[in-house]
């Protein structure tokens, strides 16, 4: 949900089509990052994965990593909570 400043109601930028695993949903978001191009990134727990939407990409994000169910290999997450970026 993004606000601009004096507005009455705000927009959904990322999500908005109920919990679910389509790129259109998020299930339990935790932690999120907004870097310098205007991309959001979501740590998507329940679905193992992070998300990311461009700028003006509102509907529909981009698996960035994981997304192949919870575990311990190198193209898999477990419930990630939280967004560190270098």
């Given amino acids: ?3 601009a400043k004096g507005a009455k109601e705000g927009i959904v930028v990322a999500g ?3 919990e679910g695993s389509a790129l259109t ?3 339990w978001p935790k932690g999120l990052f907004v870097d310098t191009l ?3 990134y ?3 727990t329940w679905n193992h994965r992070v998300m990311g939407w ?3 990409d509102k509907k529909q994000g ?3 990593v994981g997304g192949n169910d919870g575990g311990v290999g ?3 997450f477990n419930n990630p909570i939280g967004l560190s970026f270098d």
Wanted: hydrophobic share 35%; net charge positive.
């Fill in 62 to 64: 981009t698996v960035v």
């Fill in 16 to 18: 908005g089509q109920g």
């Fill in 42 to 44: 979501v740590a998507d």
């Fill in 54 to 56: 461009t700028q003006g």
């Fill in 74 to 76: 190198a193209n898999q």
């Fill in 38 to 40: 205007g991309t959001l």
């Fill in 25 to 27: 949903q998020l299930s």
């Fill in 1 to 3: 949900m993004k606000r």
